[in-house]
């Protein structure tokens, strides 16, 4: 079994880091399951334009794959000679569309030649699909017209899907109005050393329970500003905690850290043994995320045992389980509630043992095995 997979999503990211394990994981299983895995690293091609799919189908055809596997928003816009399966992470853009770039936005990051492969694309997509039945409103931008019309497209020719969670398979069926072949399938945690060992809590210039961690990115809808907010009101601020801030936006310098207040610590992103060693130091992770597809960080500080404060919504639920406090990520007062409550909560070792228990369900050779099933079902 000849695979593609593209592995083009970089950075500092959820998909990346799925990207980036998932197809570790796969190699790691190649020969014990008949796999030849090709992943298609970076390759120039421009973003958001016709020639991306027409890239993987040719890179796919070079390598005589059986199967292609998109873990993005690259799907072929003219017929594929040959299976998909789309991995659809979450379906954030067609349920909060503010969160895609209006067309200004768009010619800022992308510039004039980049609007006009997105017109080009967006209208082919507009020859083969109707706008999703489950979208909230008509677009108002290019870009937030290509999100939905791709989603319906992937939905429609991919012989099989793959979502991270039950929740964004649901997501999906509601957006595009009908059933898809869809099987979700969660990522792992056991990227970061030592998980499943006792793991060094020692931070340089930080004391073992004496903050609070978010990790992550300064995106809108990771509820950062609510997050503030509540540990600002908090009874953690005033006994002297600090709120550390862990991520590529937070870098000294970045815009996203511009008058924090001075309880506030923003790291800068850290390597994954530093990141290790934060989440068993920390007295709590907060994540207080208005939309998640999966949420590597609150199940990454499960890992460690460490006490989560997750919002409520149903993706956590699904995969945090019973293991983390929920709170209302809209409401700040109500957020540094539960942050103080899950402060005064026991913290013994049985507890923090449960924890990681519960996350080491998750693995990313597990992962792999149910994706390979997947690719199996779609060549059949």
């Known amino acids: 079994m000849r695979v593609v997979l593209d592995g083009q999503v970089t950075g500092a990211d959820g998909i990346s880091r799925c990207t980036r394990h998932l197809a570790a994981a796969l190699r790691r299983l ?138 964004v398979a649901a997501h999906l069926r509601e957006a595009v109005g009908h059933s898809v072949p869809t099987t979700a399938v969660p990522w792992g945690t056991d990227h970061l050393p030592g998980v499943g060992r006792e793991t060094s809590p020692r931070v340089d210039g930080l004391r073992v329970g004496g903050y609070v961690l978010y990790v992550g990115q300064a995106r809108s809808h990771k509820g950062l500003p609510a997050l503030m907010e509540a540990f600002q009101r908090s009874a953690a601020r005033r006994q002297g905690l600090r709120l550390v801030l862990a991520g590529r936006d937070f870098a000294p310098g970045s815009s996203a850290i511009d008058g924090l207040e001075e309880h506030v610590l923003p790291v800068g992103e850290v390597d994954d043994l530093s990141l290790a060693r934060l989440y068993a130091g920390a007295a709590a992770v907060a994540h207080l995320a208005e939309h998640e597809g999966f949420g590597f960080p609150p199940l990454e500080a499960l890992s460690f045992g460490a006490r989560v404060l997750a919002a409520d919504i149903p993706v956590l639920r699904e995969t945090l389980g019973s293991h983390a406090h929920f709170t209302d990520p809209g409401d700040p007062v109500a957020a540094a509630a539960a942050l103080d409550h899950l402060l005064d909560s026991d913290d013994s070792l049985a507890i923090r043992r449960g924890r990681a228990m519960w996350a080491s369900r998750f693995r990313w050779d597990t992962c792999a095995r149910q994706v390979v099933d997947c690719y199996r079902k779609a060549l059949a």
């Open 30 to 167: 190649g020969a014990e399951q008949g796999l030849r895995l090709h992943v298609e690293q970076p390759s120039g091609v421009p973003r958001y334009s016709l020639a991306e799919g027409t890239h993987l189908v040719e890179v796919a055809r070079r390598h005589r794959a059986d199967l292609l596997h998109l873990l993005d928003y690259r799907v072929p816009i003219s017929t594929a000679p040959l299976p998909l399966v789309v991995t659809v992470h979450d379906l954030l853009r067609l349920r909060h569309p503010e969160h895609c770039y209006s067309d200004d936005a768009f010619v800022a990051r992308f510039g004039s030649g980049g609007m006009s492969r997105l017109r080009e694309a967006t209208s082919a997509l507009r020859r083969r699909t109707s706008w999703p039945p489950g979208a909230i409103r008509r677009p108002v931008s290019w870009h937030e017209e290509f999100y939905g019309r791709m989603t319906a497209h992937a939905a429609a020719t991919a012989t099989a899907v793959v979502t991270p969670t039950r929740t």
